[in-house]
């Protein structure tokens, strides 16, 4: 496991939660996309070329980030109606 990757998808997912709580304002799909895609491609290289204990953050991080997704989705139906 490096220590550092490890520190650094902590500190990316700790920054989540806040923005799951502000995506009741808005919030653009194109970056959740992009991080989507982000934290697939990490799940990814983790689980064919360097499995190690980091692969649980990732995944919880993803989880956050389709929360996320979610609301933006529940957002745009509120708007329309």
């Known amino acids: ?31 959740l996309i992009v991080v ?10 983790k689980i064919f070329y360097n499995y190690d204990n980091v692969i649980f953050l990732y995944l919880l991080n993803f989880v956050m980030v389709l929360t996320d997704s979610c609301l933006y989705f529940r957002n745009n139906l509120i708007a329309k109606r």
């Open 1 to 31: 496991m490096n220590i550092f990757e490890a520190f650094m998808t902590v500190c990316f997912g700790a920054a989540w939660p806040f923005s799951i709580y502000k995506s009741y304002k808005g919030k653009s799909l194109e970056f």
């Open 36 to 45: 989507i895609i982000w934290y697939i491609c990490g799940i990814t290289c």
